[in-house]
């Protein structure tokens, strides 16, 4: 007995320095470069939320990265000023944009937006949106854009040392507790991680709250609801929500071991190729890597790797496929009404190729996308528009299974019918 024992002591003592993994820095080097790469494309909108990963991580094309940084101080720059001056909220991209810039060391001061025929700063523009999230809040017990958004903002101005006021946070604890953060009856992973980013902020902060004990609550419903919504397979929520979820556990405290069961599913995920969307890549890298957007608090820019470095990108033709599959697009509009349309299509297309053959075919099908940071999402179909502002989108699903991506990146590879819903939420 002492004997076998001892075996298993010596097996252990072995094993204890082993990695449970041994292409996990081949892994996370490869998504760093896919999204070094994907700032090369010249037609989309750059995105901040891809350079606040390249800055948090370890490896670093500084030149690169500084092309970025200015494309974003243009572009993104433009669209937001472009969206600002046409009275729409722009939270989301107004907070992700001081990040991405807060993550480059930039003079956030330096750079202001004009409304109406003021021109002031990135954060005074910021704190405006909040308030006005804030008293839409008090009136219809829902912000303008959403829950995501408005924590986005809460974590902007923290990270970017601003008080934020006790009423505007206040409303977020709020909704934490009482359940208002969900997108029709599902739980919104995506939405109360990044709850828990800004809360974690303002409790790191020492920002004066109407009730300290009320964040506490609110902190630890979060991690409860993250922890509980944790799949056998280790995903928290999906595939696609499990980095954000991971690097809200680890800014609230959790110990994410590299080998627990979410970190190799997000490496599963990756060897699978499943993260092919750059605003994907963004939130799970820097999971992998251990680090939160709250690192941009303390973050420094001195001293950085400037190793990475991109391979020629290999010219791959892309023939068409001889296969094809069948597939049946059902619409359903707000009123109830439905129509339904059959074509064959290449198989391996995307949605959005679908959908415009479909329009091309002249079958009486029509429909118009917006940009997002995600990609191309449906805005009306067959004439009808889904809009946030009243609080509708066009949901879809594959045999009643609701998509987990967007119609750019679905593919159809099998017959299939495609449900295109107006759903309210």
């Keep these: ?43 989309s909108l750059p995105n901040p939320s891809v350079h606040i990963a390249l800055r948090l991580s370890t490896h670093h094309n500084l030149a690169r990265e500084s092309q970025h940084l200015n494309q974003l101080k243009t572009k993104l720059h433009e669209d937001i000023q472009k969206s600002l001056s046409g009275g729409q909220m722009v939270v989301g991209r107004l ?5 991405a810039l807060k993550s480059s060391c930039h003079d956030l001061d330096s750079l202001t937006l004009s409304e109406g025929e003021s021109s002031d700063a990135l954060l005074t523009h910021l704190k405006r949106q909040m308030e006005k999230e804030k008293e839409h809040i008090a009136l219809s017990h829902r912000p303008l854009t959403n829950y995501y958004q408005y924590s986005l903002g809460i974590l902007a101005l923290c ?12 409303k977020l604890t709020h909704a934490v507790q009482h359940g208002q953060i969900k997108h029709g009856d599902s739980l919104c992973i995506d939405s109360y991680a990044m709850a828990g980013m800004a809360l974690q902020c303002l409790k790191e902060a020492g920002t004066p709250l109407r009730n300290e004990e009320e964040l506490s609550k609110a902190l630890a419903t979060i991690k409860q609801k993250l922890q509980h919504s944790q799949q056998a397979d280790g995903h928290i929520g999906n595939e696609f929500s499990t980095g954000l979820a991971l690097q809200a556990l680890l800014a609230m405290g959790s110990q994410v071991k590299e080998c627990s069961t979410s970190m190799e599913a997000l490496r599963s995920d990756a060897r699978k190729g499943t993260y092919h969307n750059a605003m994907a890549i963004s939130q799970t890298l820097p999971a992998l890597q251990q680090r939160s957007y709250l690192h941009l608090k303390s973050h420094e820019c001195r001293n950085e790797d400037d190793t990475l470095v991109l391979d020629a990108a290999p010219v791959v033709e892309v023939l068409p496929s001889l296969t094809k599959v069948p597939v049946r697009v059902e619409v359903l509009k707000a009123d109830g009404s439905s129509s339904e349309y059959r074509l064959d299509v290449p198989s391996g297309s995307s949605l959005l190729e679908v959908l415009t053959l479909l329009r091309d075919h002249q079958m009486g099908f029509t429909f118009e996308t917006e940009d997002s940071l995600w990609g191309p999402f449906l805005s009306r179909v067959n004439g ?4 946030q502002t009243d609080r ?29 819903k107006n759903t309210g939420y």
């Design 1 to 43: 007995m002492k004997a076998i024992l001892l075996v298993v002591a010596a097996l252990a003592a072995l094993t204890a320095g082993s990695p449970c993994v041994t292409d996990h820095d081949e892994l996370v080097l490869r998504l760093n470069k896919e999204l070094l790469r994907s700032t090369e494309e010249p037609d």
């Design 95 to 99: 907070a992700l944009y001081i990040l």
């Design 384 to 387: 009808e528009q889904a809009r």
């Design 159 to 170: 990270v970017s040392g601003v008080r934020v006021s006790s009423h505007v946070s206040h």
């Design 392 to 420: 509708r989108y066009w949901h879809l699903s594959s045999d009643g299974n609701g998509l987990r991506e967007g119609i750019k990146d679905y593919k159809i590879v099998t017959a299939q019918k495609i449900t295109i």
